[in-house]
């Protein structure tokens, strides 16, 4: 056990005789010696002034230290992270894509401009498939337009034989022909502006206002 400095100070007769007592014998030895840098058992140096040494010595090398490392958002999240969103981005374009595709295939339907509260005639196949020359005309007002991709369609009013009838028609069918309008602004004749995008009040009128058919 390691005595403290003070405690051999304190004995120099002791230590002179034993040093005589090793020149004698002719024997040789190593004194070890506390080291300069470690910490002494009964140091007067206090334990807040190394510590401030140490937090010193970290902050500068944090000041030495580039800003983007203490970013925790290094890289971008993905927009569409979730399966369902990107099933749902993955339908709206093939969505777009078929929509695009049936507008050119069939521009007889698409290049006619439909307007709520027009007079039109849509023609399509009545039964033999889609080649089939078997064709019926449908006529009557348009009550409302539905902006749903595929599903985009129109609804339809004519009175026939004195029964009124209402059509649902979904203009991207491959059934669907031809779209024509027979007269602008049939509902008030032209007097004023259609400024409703459903007319549905026009099933509490009478019939002959609906009445595109002659018969």
């Given amino acids: 056990m390691l005595r403290p400095l003070s405690s051999h100070l304190a004995r120099p007769q002791r230590?002179?005789?034993l040093a005589s007592a090793l020149s004698r014998n002719n024997t040789t030895t190593c004194v070890s010696r506390i080291p300069a840098t470690t910490a002494r058992p009964f140091s007067s140096v206090p334990a807040e002034s190394s510590s401030a040494g140490e937090s010193?010595?970290?902050?500068?090398?944090?000041?030495e230290m580039h800003y983007f490392h203490f970013n925790r958002r290094e890289k971008p999240k993905p927009k569409f992270k979730s399966p369902r969103k990107r099933a749902s981005k993955l339908l709206a374009e093939l969505n777009d894509e078929a929509v695009a595709r049936s507008k050119e295939g069939n521009p007889d339907v698409w290049n006619?401009?439909?307007?709520?509260?027009?007079a039109i005639e849509i023609t399509s196949v009545n039964q033999g498939g889609v080649d089939s020359a078997d064709a019926e005309k449908l006529r009557g007002v348009v009550l409302g337009k539905t902006h749903r991709g595929l599903a985009t369609s129109v609804i339809?009013?004519?009175?026939?034989?004195?029964?009124?009838?209402e059509r649902k028609v979904c203009l991207?069918?491959?059934?669907?022909?031809?779209?024509k309008v027979l007269e602008e602004n049939f509902v008030y004749k032209g007097k004023r502006k259609v400024k409703r995008a459903k007319l549905y009040f026009m099933r509490d009128r009478k019939p002959e206002d609906t009445r595109v058919s002659k018969w």
């Fill in 172 to 179: 991207h069918s491959p059934l669907i022909k031809s779209v």
């Fill in 112 to 118: 006619a401009n439909v307007r709520v509260g027009d």
């Fill in 15 to 17: 230590a002179v005789s």
């Fill in 56 to 63: 010193s010595a970290a902050s500068g090398h944090t000041e």
């Fill in 156 to 165: 339809i009013r004519d009175v026939v034989m004195g029964t009124p009838i």
